[in-house]
T-cell receptor, first 111, second 113 residues
C-alpha cells in the first residue's frame, strides 16, 4: 500500500460545479497535511495546509479525518482557472521528518 | 523576480556526461531540497540540506551528488548521466517553521539520450 494515495482522475466538471478530492495516508503518526496545486509543466505551489478542525480559504475547504486517515479538499463554484493537478502531502514528525507526496488528482474544469 | 531560480531550465545531454543543475534562492531560507518528478511516480526527494554544513540523502540519491555552496545556493550533479535520469527536476526551499511549506523553483527539464 502506498503511504499516500490519491485518485488520479481526471475529474472533469463544468464551471460552477462543486468537486471533492480525498487522499488517504497509511502512517497514523503523520503530523501535518497539505494540499499543493501544480499547473501543467509548472512547479507545485502550496494551496493550503489542513488543520485538525478543518479550514476554509475562499472557495476551498480542507478537512482532516484522523480516525479514518484521510484528508479532503472541496472546491466550490469551480473556475476554469482551477484546472490543475492537486497534490496531497503528508509530513511525518520526529527524527525521521519527511514529506510524503501523493501522485496527484487531475482536475479539468470545462466551460 | 523569482524567489527560487534554477538553471538551466532545459537540458539535453548524452549518456555518460556529467552535468550540474543549479539552484539559487533569495528567500533567506536555511533548508533546501532537490526533487525529481516522473509521470506515475510523483515527486521524489533526492537530497536535502538543512544548512550549509548539512547534507542528507533522500530516497533516491544514487547517481547524484550535491553541493551547498552557500545558504542561497544548492547544486545537483549527475556524475554520469543515464537515460532513466530523464525527468523534471525541482529545487525547493523551506523555512524553519512548523509547517515547512515548500517553495519550488520553476524546474529543469532534463533529457538524457
Amino acid at each position: 500500500r502506498k503511504e499516500v494515495e490519491q485518485d488520479p482522475g481526471p475529474f472533469n466538471v463544468p464551471e460552477g460545479a462543486t468537486v471533492a478530492f480525498n487522499c488517504t495516508y497509511s502512517n497514523s503518526a503523520s503530523q501535518s497535511f497539505f494540499w499543493y496545486r501544480q499547473d501543467c509543466r509548472k512547479e507545485p505551489k502550496l494551496l493550503m495546509s489542513v488543520y485538525s478542525s478543518g479550514n476554509e480559504d475562499g472557495r476551498f475547504t480542507a478537512q482532516l479525518n484522523r480516525a479514518s486517515q484521510y484528508i479532503s479538499l472541496l472546491i466550490r463554484d469551480s473556475k476554469l482557472s482551477d484546472s490543475a493537478t492537486y497534490l496531497c502531502v503528508v509530513k511525518y514528525a520526529g527524527n525521521n521528518r519527511k514529506l510524503i507526496w501523493g501522485l496527484g488528482t487531475s482536475l479539468a474544469v470545462n466551460p | 523576480d523569482a524567489d527560487v531560480t534554477q538553471t538551466p531550465r532545459n537540458r539535453i545531454t548524452k549518456t555518460g556526461k556529467r552535468i550540474m543543475l543549479e539552484c539559487s534562492q533569495t528567500k533567506g531560507h536555511d533548508r533546501m531540497y532537490w526533487y525529481r518528478q516522473d509521470p506515475g511516480l510523483g515527486l521524489r526527494l533526492i537530497y536535502y540540506s538543512f544548512d550549509v554544513k548539512d547534507i542528507n540523502k533522500g530516497e533516491i540519491s544514487d547517481g547524484y551528488s550535491v553541493s551547498r555552496q552557500a545558504q542561497a545556493k544548492f547544486s545537483l550533479s549527475l556524475e554520469s548521466a543515464i537515460p532513466n535520469q530523464t525527468a523534471l527536476y525541482f529545487c525547493a526551499t523551506s523555512d524553519r517553521d512548523y509547517t515547512e511549506t515548500q517553495y519550488f523553483g520553476p524546474g529543469t527539464r532534463l533529457l538524457v539520450l
